[in-house]
C-alpha cells in the first residue's frame, strides 16, 4: 500500500499548500486554455521567482 503513495520520479515530491480557492481555479482556467498543467505553471512561477531573486 505504501508503494502506491510513492511518486515515480525521484527527483520531485508531493506537496499539499493552502491556496486562495479563487487563485486555483483561475489557474486552473489558464492550464486549461493553454494546454498545459497547474504543476507545469507553478513550476514555472517558482522558477520565475528565484531566478529574479538571484539577479538583486
Known amino acids: 500500500m505504501l508503494s ?3 511518486v515515480k520520479d525521484p527527483t520531485k515530491i ?3 499548500w ?3 480557492r479563487d487563485l486555483i481555479r483561475e489557474v486552473k482556467l489558464h492550464a486549461v486554455s ?3 498543467s497547474v ?3 507553478v513550476i ?3 522558477t520565475d521567482f528565484l531566478n529574479k531573486k538571484a539577479k538583486k
Request: glycine share 0%; hydrophobic share 45%; aromatic share 0%.
Open 4 to 6: 502506491s503513495l510513492m
Open 14 to 16: 508531493k506537496t499539499t
Open 18 to 20: 493552502l491556496l486562495p
Open 34 to 36: 493553454n494546454d498545459t
Open 39 to 41: 504543476t507545469a505553471i
Open 44 to 46: 514555472e512561477a517558482l
